[in-house]
């Protein structure tokens, strides 16, 4: 299976835009990119997924690199509410692509 | 709608003792997981089920059994409790048919102690 390379953490400040990278160099070509993430005490949330072109939500913004081999969550505003573990997962085709693999993420804290 | 609900919140078993943590979800969901969650690491995938009546393995099933009787209801059963199972315990949903496309709905967790 595909792998994903996250930081351990990251640091933030209250209202201001937070870039959370991710690596997935042995991305397949029917990979998608997803993004959960997980508040304190609480079970892991959708944020956003995409292919191959930018997306965008009322969470986030997903920028992914031409070459596909990395991608980065961004989070416009950033409010304590945003403070969380941040999962980026790779999803296939097939039964395969209903399993979420999930990795370390990264601690996103957000200082006020 | 209530979306995924998880009974019990809490639980202390003693090692070798039995216990049974629901699932239900009111999406009509096909797709039902149980994923265990160790202190600082990711989730694993337990067990799964793609349908009423059908369940299929994880990544570690060892010492859990699972049964879908029910669409709605998603059951994981630890016949003899282990310190080693001490964990917090999430439950999910998804629509069918499978692929890279569909959310996964978490419930809040069940936080197991075993001693």
């Known amino acids: 299976d595909a792998k994903t390379t996250q930081p351990n953490s990251m640091e933030s400040n209250e209202e201001e835009p937070v870039h959370l990278p991710c690596n997935h160099s042995t991305i397949s070509g029917t990979d998608y990119i997803h993004w959960y993430r997980q508040l304190p005490s609480q079970g892991p949330e959708y944020v956003i997924h995409?292919?191959?072109s930018n997306v965008n939500n009322r969470m986030a913004s997903l920028a992914i690199a031409e070459d596909r081999k990395s991608s980065t969550l961004i989070l416009h505003r950033a409010t304590l509410r945003d403070a969380a573990v941040y999962y980026c997962i790779l999803r296939g085709g097939g039964d395969a692509g209903n399993m979420l693999t999930f990795g370390g993420g990264t601690r996103l804290m957000v200082k006020p | 709608n209530a979306g995924v609900t998880q009974t019990p919140k809490f639980r202390v078993l003693k090692t070798g003792q039995s216990m049974t943590l629901l699932c239900a979800q009111d999406m009509n969901h096909e797709y039902m997981y149980w994923y265990r969650q160790d202190p600082g690491m990711g989730l694993r995938l337990i067990h799964y089920s793609v349908g009423e009546g059908t369940t299929a393995k994880g990544e570690v099933p060892d010492g859990y059994n699972v049964s879908r009787l029910k669409k709605q209801n998603f059951l994981l059963g630890l016949e003899s409790a282990a310190p080693s199972q001490t964990s917090v315990y999430f439950c999910?949903?998804?629509?069918?048919?499978?692929?890279?496309?569909?959310?996964?709905?978490f419930g809040p967790g069940t936080r197991l102690t075993v001693l």
């Open positions: 995409g292919l191959t």
């Open positions: 999910a949903s998804s629509l069918s048919p499978p692929g890279p496309l569909n959310e996964q709905f």
